[in-house]
């Protein structure tokens, strides 16, 4: 919730209370394939936020009445740990928990071809264990890579992340803080590939000015997020590769097995007897 922009949460030479600049991501790493029962999931660190996504399906869908006859229902779970927060939060889903699943299964449903599967359900459980601000664009960012990951068809990911405005400065990617005591928060999920907004909110007062920098700052930061993205879904498969090729094992010696000694068959030729010739009887007088 946007806060009213007192508490100076930027120095004069644009740095931030946790030491980046206003057009900066804080670090992110994203791991696939963390929930092994799944059919598809993904773990998204940015920050101090710590989400797991977890896709099951398309699957049946009970109570079957619910099921859309021409298309996929995409159904996501949005839930804060207990732990997550400082306060520890109730474990009964709230209102807040409903509108981000609401928001994140509907940006989700713009680029997934849910029109392969009619009459079922693609369940995405996204779980936070830590939270630090920006939490539903994390999660969206998760969900989309786990989708994947369940090869399920999209037309492009959403990557997803928040602009918003602190001492009247637009900055992207808040943490909590800047989420709490900042003046604005405009979350956005942004598919790259097809150059659209699947998600868009706000929250404080924007200036037309503030609202174009503020969208056109998340729209960079999402290019940023999508290759981050992108880099994980091929470090999975370089992964299986490594694992799938045998490597090629060094020979082994070869015994030493000594020549055997094989005897040249010995050709008896037996040479033709040829009759001497007998003495003429002209020699025979010579010798007389
Ligand atoms: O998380 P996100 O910014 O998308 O949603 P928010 O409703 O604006 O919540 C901002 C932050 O408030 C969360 O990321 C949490 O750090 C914190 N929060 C909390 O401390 N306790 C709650 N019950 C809900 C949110």
Do not use: W
């Amino acid at each position: 919730m946007a806060g009213d922009g007192t508490v100076k949460l930027i120095d004069e030479k644009g740095i931030r209370l946790d030491g980046r600049k206003a057009d900066e991501l804080r670090p992110v790493s994203i791991k696939i394939g963390v929930i092994k029962n799944a059919n598809g999931s993904a773990e998204i660190r940015m920050g101090k936020n710590i989400i797991i996504a977890a896709v099951y399906g398309p699957r049946e869908l009970h109570p079957k009445h619910r099921a859309l006859a021409d298309r996929a229902l995409i159904q996501c779970f949005y839930r804060m740990s207990t732990f997550s927060v400082n306060d520890r939060k109730s474990p009964a889903p709230s209102r807040r928990e409903k509108e981000i699943s609401m928001v994140i299964s509907n940006s989700l449903s713009s680029v997934v071809l849910t029109e392969k599967y009619p009459r079922t359900t693609i369940d995405v459980y996204l779980q936070v264990l830590q939270a630090d601000g920006g939490t539903r664009t994390a999660s969206l960012t998760a969900a989309s890579v786990a989708l994947a990951d369940a090869g399920i068809p999209m037309k492009g990911l959403i990557a997803s992340v928040a602009a918003g405005l602190i001492n009247d400065q637009v900055v992207l990617d808040l943490f909590d803080i800047e989420d709490q005591k900042g003046s604005g928060d405009l979350p956005l999920g942004y598919c790259p590939v097809l150059d659209e907004i699947s998600l868009l909110q706000l929250d404080g007062v924007f200036t037309v000015k503030q609202f174009e920098d503020s969208l056109n700052i998340a729209i960079k930061g999402a290019k940023d997020l999508y290759e981050i993205q992108r880099d994980a879904l091929k470090q999975k498969y370089t992964d299986i590769r490594a694992e799938v090729e045998v490597p090629e094992k060094p020979k082994a010696e070869e015994p030493k097995v000594e020549p055997k000694v094989v005897p040249k068959p010995v050709l008896k030729v037996e040479k033709p007897k040829t009759e001497e010739p007998k003495p003429s009887e002209d020699d025979k007088r010579e010798v007389e």
